[in-house]
């Protein structure tokens, strides 16, 4: 996936006519709900389609919610097998998400230090952006932020997130 295609998706999100629209298909499944003219719905739904986030059915059309974790999963650097290190993600990581999470610390630390790259050093995060980023990767998205909290590798104040340790690429 390029970073093309992750601009689009944001761009199309950032005009307002696709963003009512595709707010009226996650909410209630009817773009017609999203408070436009006739065609500017159709031509908002094309737009959609095109980038992934909407799909035409049978049955009329649909949110592809999926398309933000490919997206996610993009931005994440792949993992080619060389290190130990490498082994323990690869095993854990299924498809981009978390077929468990590890019981053993060792290889926990592993795996939420892979997820841990995902937040910038320095950028603070309200807590509902750290849960979107984290249910990419497994359904209990709350354990997954609990164990970066307590090995210290995100901190938190007042449902404020912060990058606070693990490994940085240079």
Same mark, same amino acid.
């Given at each position: 996936?390029?970073?093309?295609?992750?601009?689009?998706?944001?761009?199309?999100?950032?005009?307002?006519?696709?963003?009512?629209?595709?707010?009226?298909?996650?909410?209630?499944?009817?773009?017609?709900?999203?408070?436009?003219?006739?065609?500017?719905?159709? *031509?908002?739904? $094309?737009?959609?389609?095109?980038?992934? #986030?909407?799909?035409?059915?049978? &049955?009329?059309?649909?949110? !592809? /919610?999926?398309?933000?974790?490919?997206?996610?999963?993009?931005?994440?650097?792949?993992?080619?097998?060389?290190?130990?290190?490498?082994?323990?993600?690869?095993?854990?990581?299924?498809?981009?998400?978390?077929?468990?999470?590890?019981?053993?610390?060792?290889?926990?630390?592993?795996?939420?230090?892979?997820?841990?790259?995902?937040?910038?050093?320095?950028? *603070?995060?309200? $807590?509902?952006?750290?849960?979107?980023? #984290?249910?990419?990767?497994?359904? &209990?998205?709350?354990?997954? !932020? /609990?164990?970066?909290?307590?090995?210290?590798?995100?901190?938190?104040?007042?449902?404020?997130?912060?990058?606070?340790?693990?490994?940085?690429?240079?």
């Amino acid at each position: 996936m390029s970073e093309q295609e992750i601009r689009q998706v944001l761009g199309l999100l950032y005009q307002e006519d696709t963003l009512r629209v595709l707010s009226a298909l996650v909410l209630n499944g009817k773009p017609e709900d999203a408070g436009l003219a006739h065609d500017a719905v159709r *031509r908002a739904l $094309e737009r959609l389609e095109r980038g992934g #986030l909407a799909v035409r059915g049978e &049955d009329g059309w649909h949110a !592809r /919610r999926e398309r933000f974790r490919e997206l996610l999963h993009a931005t994440a650097k792949p993992v080619v097998p060389v290190s130990p290190e490498d082994r323990v993600v690869q095993t854990f990581l299924v498809g981009g998400r978390l077929r468990a999470i590890p019981s053993r610390r060792d290889k926990r630390l592993v795996v939420l230090d892979y997820i841990a790259r995902l937040f910038e050093p320095g950028v *603070r995060y309200p $807590e509902k952006d750290v849960n979107v980023v #984290l249910r990419a990767f497994h359904d &209990d998205y709350a354990a997954l !932020r /609990r164990y970066l909290v307590d090995e210290g590798l995100l901190s938190r104040e007042n449902n404020v997130y912060w990058r606070s340790g693990g490994s940085v690429e240079v």
